[in-house]
T-cell receptor, first 110, second 117 residues
Framework: DAKTTQPTSMDCAEGRAANLPCNHS???????VYWYRQIHSQGPQYIIH???NNETNEMASLIITEDRKSSTLILPHATLRDTAVYYC???????????FGSGTKLNVKP | ETGVTQTPRHLVMGMTNKKSLKCEQH?????MYWYKQSAKKPLELMFV???????ENNSVPSRFSPECPNSSHLFLHLHTLQPEDSALYLC????????????????FGPGTRLTVL
């Protein structure tokens, strides 16, 4: 799996959009980008994933650059309950193994 | 509620004890996983089971012994653990295709907080 690089922590004001970046410069053509989050001491929760097109669901939007070397997870209206560690993972399509990095600690503040 | 349950939620054991962690998924998935999360460390993949067959053992010490009797249940048997094995142990499941096709996300249970004294 390609290595991902994320900022250690970010702050966001409640009600504003949270934009979480991820670099995956060595990603290969058949690797998907997945985002998970982990609220303190709970199991990770799936958010969204994509291959090369931008994706949106009820939780977030995923923007993948044209060269696929980076992506951004967007939480359109962050709430206090979105405070968590956000993990960006790239995974080869043929292998069902996720390798989590250190993630980004998002602090949503009132 | 993710459809993946784990018991017990908390466990304290001595180094000479034998205990087991249980995971059950109610999602009809065909793959199950054990992860370990130590304090301030990333999640570490320990074991992968596809269709009840172990397909991955990520250099885990033999004092951890997994068992997958069917596609809905996964156990982690523990014996002669060390204090450094204290961690949050997470179980996950997913629906995987046999060859090619779209891979689906993993659903995680709430974890078992293990303390080894």
């Amino acid at each position: 799996d390609a290595k991902t690089t994320q900022p250690t922590s970010m702050d966001c004001a409640e009600g504003r959009a949270a934009n979480l970046p991820c670099n995956h410069s060595t990603i290969s053509g058949n690797e998907y980008v997945y985002w998970y989050r982990q609220i303190h001491s709970q199991g990770p929760q799936y958010i969204i994933h994509g291959l090369k097109n931008n994706e949106t669901n009820e939780m977030a939007s995923l923007i993948i650059t044209e060269d696929r070397k980076s992506s951004t997870l967007i939480l359109p209206h962050a709430t206090l309950r979105d405070t968590a560690v956000y993990y960006c993972i790239v995974r080869e399509d043929n292998f069902n193994k996720f390798y989590f990095g250190s993630g980004t600690k998002l602090n949503v503040k009132p | 509620e993710t459809g993946v349950t784990q018991t017990p939620r908390h466990l304290v054991m001595g180094m000479t004890n034998k205990k087991s962690l249980k995971c059950e998924q109610h999602l009809g998935h065909n793959a199950m996983y054990w992860y370990k999360q130590s304090a301030k460390k990333p999640l570490e993949l320990m074991f992968v089971y596809n269709f009840k067959e172990q397909t991955e053992n990520n250099s885990v010490p033999s004092r951890f012994s997994p068992e997958c009797p069917n596609s809905s249940h996964l156990f982690l048997h523990l014996h002669t653990l060390q204090p450094e094995d204290s961690a949050l142990y997470l179980c996950a499941s997913s629906q995987e295709w046999l060859a090619g096709g779209r891979r689906n996300e993993q659903f995680f249970g709430p974890g078992t907080r293990l303390t080894v004294l």
